[in-house]
């Protein structure tokens, strides 16, 4: 299948510094990627759809002005955490959406290993 | 709108036995459903999808998942557990569209463990 990796694999920051977290297709090209968060044993929640050459959308509840999604290229994805505080300390998942089928009509998201951010 | 509903947070079963984990959705669309596994620490891995061909889909490391549309599941199986499997487990919907989809709606996840 296809290759999301991130970097890096888990950070720790001071509380009020910016954090940036890449995420690259590896063998493929991705013009949709998805940002999640998740907290300790809990499930992924989406965060943003990430497009290609256009701003980023966020979902309801996400501030878009602390989470910084770029989409700068077909296999580069980020997200930058700005002011980061204690309360943003959680897992980070991406993942590349993949069409499929002859219109397609299907997809498979593939997720990066995730980037674990504590912030201090 | 969609929802997952993955039933059992926790499942534990002994080496060798069978093993059901749960999924019901709700979706205003045919949709498509998927299985992920993670392990600690790590992001997610697919282990199978429903994309309307056949009901009964198999996937990677022995398991596979039927789709029932009257009964709206998704149960995911594997016949004979094995140690490697203890890891948590999410079920996911995506709605159908001709244009493809957006971001995939998991349920809470159920953690798996094996006992010996």
């Known amino acids: 299948g296809a290759v999301v990796s991130q970097h890096p694999s888990w950070v720790i920051c001071k509380s009020g510094t910016s954090v940036k977290i890449e995420c690259r297709s590896l063998?493929?090209?991705?013009?949709?990627m998805f940002w999640y968060r998740q907290f300790p044993k809990q499930s992924l929640m989406l965060m943003a759809t990430?497009?290609?050459?256009?701003?980023?959308?966020?979902e309801q509840g996400v501030e878009k002005d602390k989470f910084l999604i770029n989409h700068a290229s077909l296999t580069l994805s980020t997200l930058t955490v700005t002011s980061a505080h204690p309360e943003d300390s959680s897992f980070y998942i991406c993942?590349?959406?993949?069409?499929?089928?002859?219109?397609?009509?299907?997809?498979?998201?593939?997720f990066g290993p995730g980037t674990r951010l504590l912030v201090l | 709108a969609q929802s997952v509903t993955q039933l059992g947070s926790h499942v534990s079963v002994s080496e060798g036995a069978l093993v059901l984990l749960r999924c019901n959705y709700s979706?205003?669309?045919?949709?498509?459903l998927f299985w992920y596994v993670q392990y600690p620490n790590q992001g997610l891995q697919l282990l199978l999808k429903?994309?309307?061909?056949?009901?009964l889909v198999k996937g990677i490391n022995g398991f596979e998942a039927e789709f029932k549309k009257s009964e709206t599941s998704f149960h995911l199986t594997k016949p004979s557990a094995h140690m490697s499997d203890a890891a948590e487990y999410f079920c996911?919907?995506?709605?159908?569209?001709?244009?493809?989809?957006?971001?995939?709606?998991f349920g809470k996840g159920t953690h798996l463990i094996i006992q010996p």
């Open positions: 993942s590349a959406r993949v069409r499929e089928g002859l219109a397609g009509e299907q997809e498979t998201q593939y």
């Open positions: 990430s497009n290609e050459g256009s701003k980023a959308t966020y």
């Open positions: 429903y994309t309307s061909a056949a009901t």
């Open positions: 996911a919907v995506s709605p159908y569209s001709g244009g493809g989809a957006d971001g995939l709606t």
């Open positions: 979706s205003s669309v045919p949709p498509y």
């Open positions: 063998d493929f090209q991705a013009t949709t």
